[in-house]
């Protein structure tokens, strides 16, 4: 994922040398090489090429200001939804760091390694600046295991019908 406009810069110029890497391999005889390699090579070239432009699709529809909403369904999904929003509201990592009180670079720091290191205070500052309201739909934790019983208020089919259950440090959260 692009997540500035200096990383779309330099995505720009590494898929136009790419691009020209490619018309110059396939310019040349290849007499040496068999069909198979010379598939191999073109199809490993293809792959890159389409990567980096759609990376570049994603970050000008992020910044174009085409955005009706974004939502993101687990937590891990989290880290990049906070760079697609500050991208779509047009904030430069600086400003998101102005408006936090700290660097540009911590920012940076933050989405490059997907907000691993960030304490739940400044999470929420974060959310709470790009305008995003985290919220649960539901969350159920059930039992302790390893003697797993259902609450009396909780059936075995309502279980069932729940989207994820976890087991986390002997306890079962589910998510419906």
Known sequence: MIKSAKQAALTRKQLAQLKQEK???LSQPNEDVDEAAL????DSFDGLIDELEHDLREYEYLTGGHLDGLSCK???????LLVKVRLAQGLSQKELGDQLNISAQQVQRYEANGY???SFSRLQDV???LGINPAFQRITILAKSPTFLLPEDVMEC???KMETCTQFEGLFICNS
Do not use: F, G, R, W
């Open 116 to 118: 691993d290191a960030i």
């Open 158 to 160: 309502a279980v069932s």
């Open 39 to 42: 598939e191999y090579y073109t």
């Open 74 to 80: 687990t937590l891990s999904d989290l880290p990049n």
């Open 23 to 25: 018309a110059d391999y």
């Open 127 to 129: 959310c709470e600046k």
